[in-house]
């Protein structure tokens, strides 16, 4: 158990565990509220009771706590993929940041042309589309897939040859 849960847990049943859990996650929304980074203290237990935390506040209906789970790297990938639905953009861009996020949903994120620029710097991205960035029209997309500590070398030495934009085509 946390050094939280331990400082207020009861006697060690569900109804107390429930409580701790609650508890928990008002603590979690509060300091993620002021900006705290929220960092694990090198416990098992603390990792997955934050984790959990997490996981419940990403399913909340405030967008802000939803952002501040979008944002932490110890939320749970089925959450992050839940997230990556959000009709807020800002939301999606946390998800396409995250290095939690899992490949596929990074995958179905790539299909939005608004979302690129945040997904070719995360080091979660799968390696197919770090080399589909590195030809990216877009030369901050490009910069963005070359320092990306993922990269294949091609990529980070800029092999790749970029390609016009879509409106430079002329039909």
Not at 4 to 15: K, S, V
Not at 99 to 114: C, G, M, V
Not at 140 to 156: H, S
């Amino acid at each position: 158990m946390n050094r939280y849960a331990r400082a207020h847990a009861g006697q060690g049943n569900g109804a107390d565990d429930r409580v701790t859990l609650v508890r928990y996650q008002r603590y979690v929304q509060e300091r993620l509220m002021h900006g705290d980074s929220l960092e694990i203290e090198g416990y098992e237990e603390d990792a997955q009771l934050l984790s959990l935390a997490l996981a419940t506040l990403a399913l909340s209906d405030s967008v802000a706590l939803q952002l501040a789970a979008a944002k932490h790297p110890h939320t749970p990938a089925a959450a992050l993929a839940h997230l990556a639905n959000a009709a807020d953009e800002e939301l999606r861009i946390a998800v396409a940041s995250n290095p939690s996020s899992p490949p596929h949903t990074l995958t179905d994120l790539a299909q939005h042309d608004n979302l690129v620029t945040a997904l070719a710097g995360n080091p979660a991205l799968p390696v197919l589309l770090l080399v589909r960035f590195a030809c990216h029209w877009n030369q901050e997309v490009r910069r963005r897939a070359a320092f990306n500590p993922a990269a294949p070398e091609m990529v980070r030495r800029g092999v790749a040859e970029p390609v016009l934009p879509p409106d430079a085509y002329v039909g």
